[in-house]
């Protein structure tokens, strides 16, 4: 079960680094609810480079961001 309340970051891929090793800058605090909505109302261009760390319910790519809005039990908008 998702703990929407769970501390998170923001996470965002920079342009440092090369193809092989990735920059992160983090963007953000909250809860896991709230940065699964400010990532879901962002736009495309905007959120293609951004990851929600929220330590032991584990970290989330933008495809698996985009789901949780629609799980049951997601403290909606």
Do not use: Y
């Not at 998702?2 to 920079?14: G, H, M, Q, S, V």
């Not at 790519?61 to 949780?68: D, V």
Request: aromatic share 6%.
């Amino acid at each position: 079960m998702t703990d929407w309340n769970a501390p998170a970051k923001l996470i965002e891929r920079t342009d440092d680094g090369s193809d092989m090793s990735f920059e992160f800058e983090e963007r953000g605090q909250g809860t896991l609810a709230d940065l699964v909505r400010q990532v879901c109302g962002m736009g495309a261009h905007e959120r293609a480079r951004v990851v929600i760390d929220a330590g032991g319910q584990g970290t989330f790519n933008i495809g698996q961001i985009l789901s949780m809005r629609n799980e049951d039990g997601f403290p909606g908008a």
